[in-house]
């Protein structure tokens, strides 16, 4: 008990330390760079001997993003090569995807489900995703026209960021994009919702067939998913050192200086998020009676993922694994999140609408709310299907706001900052894609969280065995 308290203690006095150390210092300065370095390093020692002991994969992941923080700010040279850990990570995460989305539909829609539950499911989830995404598009403009972040920003000389090239899409591209050409094409080039529409299309086959031949590809969809989720959980013993690697390279990359002209932009959308997250997904999690506790500690690796290296993909095999633990059937879990990588992008939504807004206040433009509304429509329709694209949400913004007339400058500025707003935009695709998981379960009478529980229970009791 001594020990355990021991070590508990020990990273919360350093902390205390530091912390005060650096607020002398900010008011009456004289504390040299190499103190200060000294004592961040000690604090960092110390929460790490707490994580060694604690032995928690979440516990790890959120110390390695303080440690790859600190890498990336004291040694920028050091941390700028270690995007390598990240990229690692990142390839072995997208090898589940397809094989893991795969699997788990066709085996809910042949083992368990019947076609016109396909249906249900798929109608239920469009129109959760077109209700959570459109309060999430109004909270980003109140919050822009609140705020007036855009307002009295001055035109730089020039730029020195260049944008991906994007081709235009139009309504008959984004709809062709949905459905594939070559599903060995849709897995290279990580299209998810081509997979999606693929294995729904072969799961409805394989239901046609007569049991007897339909066995056999049932019992072996079955296996593979089981297996994806033991590989996903070999390849999350990689995941402190990938998102610590992500973090080193983003701060190193980005310095910690770049937050001072544009922190009022930065908080505006934490600050939208935190609200959408409070007083829309929060109040839904409610209705639905959903075990709050066990949601946050459930995704929460999921969650850290890709906060860290600001992909949705990253995280995507471990929430699906932590919401069948809740108590969503994997055939619901495996339907919904793919499909709302697409469809329910809520924190992108939001940004999506708050940076068009931002666009405009910062060329001194004004536009009526109808304008705004308009806009920020066409953005959310243009970004379906264009997730696997980098930066690809400035892409599309670069193009709706010129089709509207706004100048690209401020879109420039936005760049400077992007990583940093992608990831909690990219937290909160996550959270919003769980939790829809689990709406569209009770919705369908068939969220069971303390059946999942009993069920963990049991399975731990014959491992221990």
């Known amino acids: 008990m001594k020990k355990s308290l021991f070590f508990i203690l020990l ?31 000690i604090t960092i020692l110390a929460i790490s001997i707490y994580g060694i002991k604690k032995k928690n994969l979440t516990t790890w992941i959120l110390i ?3 440690i790859g923080g600190c890498i990336g700010h004291d040694f920028p040279k050091i941390g700028s090569e270690f995007q390598i850990l990240s990229k690692i990570f990142l390839k072995l995460i997208k090898t589940i995807i397809a094989p893991l989305i795969f699997a788990t539909l066709v085996h809910g829609i042949a083992g368990h489900s019947d076609m016109k539950q ?30 007036q972040a855009g307002v009295g920003i001055n035109q730089p000389a020039s730029s020195h960021e260049n944008l991906p090239d994007v081709p235009v899409q139009t309504w008959q591209d984004i709809i062709l994009h949905i459905f594939p050409e070559n599903i060995a094409k849709s897995i290279a080039e990580g299209h998810v919702l081509q997979i999606v529409v693929f294995s729904i299309i072969f799961g409805i086959a394989l239901l046609l067939v007569p049991d007897n031949k339909r066995r056999f590809l049932v019992k072996f969809t079955d296996s593979l998913a089981e297996t994806m989720f033991k590989f996903t959980n070999i390849v999350m013993y990689f995941a402190p050192f990938g998102v610590g690697g992500a973090m080193a390279y983003t701060v190193s990359h980005m310095g910690l200086g770049v937050l001072v002209n544009l922190l009022q932009l930065l908080l505006t959308l934490y600050g939208a ?42 995280a995507l095999p471990k929430a699906m694994e932590a919401m069948e633990n809740i108590g ?55 970004s379906k299907g264009v997730a696997g694209v980098p ?20 879109i420039f500025i936005i760049l400077g900052i992007d990583e940093l707003m992608d990831m909690a935009r990219t937290s909160v695709n996550v959270i919003g894609n769980c939790l829809a998981s689990a709406v569209v379960a009770k919705w369908e009478g068939e969220f069971d969280p303390d059946g999942a529980e009993q069920r963990l229970q049991t399975e731990n009791s014959n491992v221990e065995i």
């Not at 959570?132 to 598009?137: F, R």
């Not at 930066?391 to 401020?410: D, K, M, N, Y």
């Open 64 to 66: 390695s993003l303080l």
């Open 273 to 314: 998020l935190i609200i959408f997250l409070l007083f829309v997904l929060l109040p839904i999690a409610f209705i639905i009676k959903l075990p709050i506790k066990r949601f946050v500690k459930g995704v929460g690796e999921a969650v850290s993922i890709a906060f860290a290296t600001t992909s949705s993909e990253a």
């Open 391 to 410: 930066r690809a949400s400035l892409v599309i913004l670069l193009g709706t706001v010129s089709s509207f007339g706004l100048p690209a400058w401020p």
């Open 328 to 382: 969503v059937p994997g055939k619901i879990v495996a339907f919904v999140m793919p499909t709302g990588y697409t469809f329910n992008l809520d924190g992108t939504t939001l940004y999506l609408s708050l940076a068009s807004v931002f666009v405009a206040q910062a060329a001194g433009i004004h536009m009526s709310f109808t304008q705004q509304l308009i806009m920020v429509f066409t953005l959310m329709i243009t």
């Open 11 to 41: 990273p919360l006095i350093t902390i205390t330390l530091t912390a005060l150390l650096y607020l002398f210092n900010f008011i009456s300065g004289g504390i040299s760079d190499g103190v200060l370095l000294s004592f961040r390093w």
């Open 118 to 147: 396909v249906g249900r499911m798929g109608w239920k989830s469009l129109v959760y995703f077109e209700i959570v995404t459109t309060l999430a598009l109004f909270i980003g403009l109140a919050a822009i026209n609140l705020t």
